[in-house]
């Protein structure tokens, strides 16, 4: 019996996905940043009166010297601030600008100052002996530690000094991973949220779905498909690609996606409909150069026949059962143009043969123009037949047969697809 399709969304390729890119960034730039601390440490000194705080000779566990800079004022601070600095001594009795001569308001205003100066920057706070109520609230402000001007000793200020470095750089990037793993979880909603539900309620039909952006960050690429069934109990299936990989092109193929399971459902169908698609690419494409193919398919309510149209887009393949299944490429001579590239132009519908069993892979050019080998030729639709003759012949069918098939894809490029893949698969079984 026919496995009515679930209804539940389709899940994209993600075998490094934008979370797992995320977390290997930052682990690298913690590892980078973890390295630096190997490195001598310089310190910038604001103080008005350098001699006052009475710093000592500095050395860092290595026992190399630490480098000290003065500044008399945030303006030379900012001026000596470059980016070899680690660490920032901040006498709080230091005047901030634009604030009244008040020991309150100072104090807490010119800490203010500096963390928005320097905001990767640990920084120290210097205060009276004694006063450790001040020191607390600068912590609490945002200062890495505190001292007392007037006990400062090279052993407790270079150890002061590496340990608000390290917590620096440790909070920096337990923040970064923190808003990294949110930026995932809030991209993976998005992901779900742009990917079609395909509208198979009642179709004896299975439906399997693989899609992977080119881009390695990006959450969707150009390439889009859906699949929807009609009342009249018509399958209706389309795959496409905006040329393309920005922003923009993903954003016009979920456009192009969402018109054409409107006007499916409208009723519209073959020419007339690929018509309207055009005229929808061509008032919301970024620039007049950008196209768009598409292959689409509306599959009879007894399974045996199809429709297929192209606009430039590779022909599907057609599976019939058997003792080792062999894929062969549908009729594709009468592809048309692809959209927004002709004004006026016509996309005829060729017929096609299903049978009572068969299986029906839609893709996108990602998928044959990998290369077979690093610097090799690509891959091709011969490849592309070959390799699916084959992984038929060793079993894998659906979900596995599409998930086998991209990562040879990928493995044989040696290298991540530069190009989106998406590919869509239909099975019947009588």
């Known amino acids: 019996m026919p496995v009515p399709v679930p209804r539940q969304r389709a899940v994209p390729a993600a075998e490094c996905g934008p979370a797992q890119v995320s977390a290997v960034a930052l682990t690298e730039e913690v590892r980078r940043d973890t390295a630096a601390l190997g490195a001598a440490l310089t310190v910038l000194l604001v103080e008005d009166d350098p001699s006052g705080a009475l ?86 402000v945002g200062a890495q530690d505190y001292l007392f001007r007037d006990e400062l000793d090279s052993r407790l200020l270079s150890r002061a000094i590496r340990y608000a470095v390290e917590r620096k750089r440790s909070d920096t990037a337990e923040r ?6 949110l930026r995932a979880q809030e991209n993976r909603r998005l992901e779900r949220g742009l990917l079609p539900t395909p509208l198979l309620e009642g179709a004896a039909l299975r439906f399997a779905a693989r899609y992977r952006p080119g881009r390695s960050r ?3 690429g150009g390439d889009f498909y859906d699949a929807v ?60 150069e950008i196209f768009a193919t598409l292959c689409t398919v509306d599959i009879a309510p007894d399974g045996r026949r199809a429709g297929l149209c192209l606009a430039g887009h590779p022909a599907p393949l057609l599976i019939r059962p ?35 069993e068969w299986s029906l892979m839609l893709y996108t050019d990602g998928l044959i123009e990998g290369r077979t ?13 070959d390799m699916i003759h084959r992984q038929l012949s060793e079993g894998l069918r659906g979900e596995e047969l599409l998930r086998a ?26």
């Open 55 to 140: 710093v000592p000779e500095l050395r860092d566990s290595a026992g190399r010297p630490i480098r000290v800079r003065t500044a008399r004022n945030l303006t030379e601070a900012g001026r000596l601030l470059t980016p070899d600095v680690h660490c920032i001594l901040l006498d709080l009795a230091l005047p901030a600008a634009g604030c009244a001569d008040t020991e309150d308001g100072t104090e807490l205003a010119v800490l203010r100052q500096v963390l928005e100066l320097a905001p990767r920057h640990a920084v120290i706070a210097l205060t009276a002996s004694g006063d450790a109520e001040r020191g607390a609230e600068a912590v609490r």
């Open 176 to 181: 970064r991973l923190a808003e990294g793993r």
């Open 218 to 220: 990006a959450l969707l």
């Open 229 to 288: 069934r009609t009342p009249d109990g018509t399958v209706h299936a389309m795959i496409g690609d905006v040329c393309g990989h920005g922003p923009d092109e993903a954003a016009l193929g979920v456009e192009l996606r969402i018109a054409w399971r409107a006007l499916t459902l409208a009723g519209l169908c073959g020419d007339q409909l690929l018509g309207t698609l055009q005229e929808v690419l061509e008032h919301e494409r970024s620039d007049e």
């Open 322 to 356: 058997g003792a080792t299944p062999v894929p062969r490429l549908l009729p594709f001579d009468n592809n048309g143009p692809a959209l927004g590239l002709l004004p006026g132009a016509r996309w005829p519908r060729t017929q096609v043969e299903l049978g009572a």
């Open 373 to 385: 080998s690093p610097g090799g030729p690509r891959l091709g639709q011969d490849g592309m037949l």
């Open 405 to 430: 098939a991209v990562s040879e894809v990928r493995h044989l490029n040696g290298d991540e697809l530069t190009d989106d893949v998406a590919v869509v698969l239909l099975d019947r079984v009588a």
